[in-house]
């Protein structure tokens, strides 16, 4: 089968589609015949090297939509046939989502959104598992005010409808011509880039990595949550810092699925590139304010 991969750290160019064996589930795994897979930062920094792993064929891909084609000893309430989503965690593994086939545990995948295709259902599992744990990291209660920075991105849009449907006062922070935006998506405030909020807030979910800038909007004894393990700044004033890092969980996985399917998450894709095209995609991936997920689709 084909599979993008990467042998030699760099740049997009470094992207090639190799031939590799289909994997074969083991006890307690289902096989899933890709569809459709997420292109994610962190695809981008595998194959700059930023995970290690020099000298090993590293697969990519995080996120997975396709139906199961294969079903290993042990698994229970999944048969061949069935759409699913699901995410294959790890930056250094030898095959990911990018590929025909991949092979997942049964407890890392949920059934598909039924109101969206393939294309859309991509762009939910890496971004919504890290958006929904961050937020509910933060700790708050119906009522307490939130700052979601980088807003209008994948995952700072979807912790924003998120939020917000949690009860949280959500300001977003965001480029000035993404107010409209965010407040479609629920966000209650609106905080141009490179401001600062009117006052201190309960907490701050900073999807933009602002780091010690985000914990000063936070009022003493709040919350912060950063998004990148090993980056949030030191803790202060009593302020409660949370470091998220995301994890296959087919549960939590469902119940996003199924509020994309009451119309309570909106799935954003920027574009699409056939499996061929991994590079292409990785250029695409780049391109500075790209809104939404790039997806790889893989043909019947």
């Not at 740049?11 to 083991?26: D, H, T």
């Not at 000298?55 to 699913?84: H, K, N, S």
Request: hydrophobic share 50%; proline share 6%; no cysteine.
């Amino acid at each position: 089968m084909r599979a993008a991969v990467v042998t030699t750290f760099g740049g997009p160019e470094r992207v090639e589609l190799a031939e590799v064996a289909v994997p074969q589930p083991a006890a307690g795994q289902v096989r899933v015949r890709v569809r459709a897979a997420g292109l994610n930062p962190v695809d981008g920094a595998v194959r700059a090297g930023v995970f290690g792993g020099a000298g090993q064929r590293l697969g990519l891909g995080w996120d997975v939509a396709g139906e199961i084609d294969a079903v290993g000893p042990g698994v229970d309430g999944w048969a061949e046939g069935r759409r699913v989503v699901g995410l294959h965690y790890g930056p250094v593994k030898p095959l990911g989502t990018h590929a025909e086939y991949v092979v997942l545990d049964a407890s890392a995948v949920a059934a598909a959104p039924a109101s969206v295709d393939d294309t859309a259902a991509a762009a939910l599992p890496l971004s919504g598992l890290t958006a929904a744990r961050a937020v509910d990291l933060l700790g708050l209660a119906p009522g307490d005010s939130v700052l979601i920075t980088g807003a209008a991105g994948v995952v700072g849009g979807l912790a924003v409808q998120l939020a917000a449907r949690a009860g949280l006062v959500v300001t977003a922070l965001a480029g000035e011509g993404d107010e409209e935006f965010v407040r479609s998506l629920g966000a209650a405030g609106f905080v141009p880039r490179g401001s600062a909020p009117a006052e201190p807030v309960d907490g701050v979910l900073d999807a933009a990595v602002l780091g010690e800038t985000a914990l000063g909007f936070v009022r003493e004894g709040g919350a912060y949550v950063g998004l990148i393990p090993g980056a949030a700044p030191a803790a202060e004033r009593g302020i409660r810092v949370e470091e998220q890092e995301v994890a296959p969980d087919g549960a939590l996985l469902a119940r996003l699925s199924a509020l994309v399917d009451a119309g309570a998450l909106t799935l954003r894709v920027a574009g699409t590139f056939d499996l061929s095209e991994a590079a292409k995609a990785h250029t695409a991936l780049a391109t500075p304010g790209t809104r939404g997920r790039l997806i790889l689709t893989v043909s019947p």
